[in-house]
Nanobody
């Protein structure tokens, strides 16, 4: 059974940092790309970032470029999202998912069975 479990969310002040983790099991983690998405109340889901299995190819959405860094540790079957310079606009539920990450975007190829349940991030002003 594929499982992705996000952690590390919480409440942080504007300008602060958070590090999200995505612990994966049930599939060949080191063969697959991982992405982070987010969804704020009343807003469409947004692709934040992805990293390919090669640990080299990455993609960042324009709204987080230069502030967020994605990484992965294949030995631990875990992906991370380091978030800095957080603003209230970053408040959302953050999800990790298995995707295709061609470098120019995020392709949600595998569907809901390859998504985690999310972790809440709240940035206070």
């Amino acid at each position: 059974e594929v499982q992705l479990v996000e952690s590390g969310g919480g409440v942080v002040q504007a300008g602060g940092t958070l590090r999200l983790s995505c612990a994966a099991s049930g599939f060949a983690f080191d063969d697959d790309a991982i992405a982070w998405f987010r969804q704020a109340p009343g807003k469409a889901r947004e692709g934040v970032s992805c990293i390919n299995a090669d640990n080299i190819t990455t993609y960042y959405g324009d709204s987080v470029k230069g502030r967020f860094t994605i990484s992965r540790d294949n030995a631990k079957n875990t992906a991370y999202l380091q978030m800095t310079s957080l603003s209230p606009e970053d408040t959302a539920v953050y999800y990790c998912a298995v995707v295709l990450c061609p470098g120019w975007g995020i392709i949600d190829h595998y569907g809901n069975d390859y998504w985690g349940n999310g972790t809440q991030v709240i940035v206070s002003s």
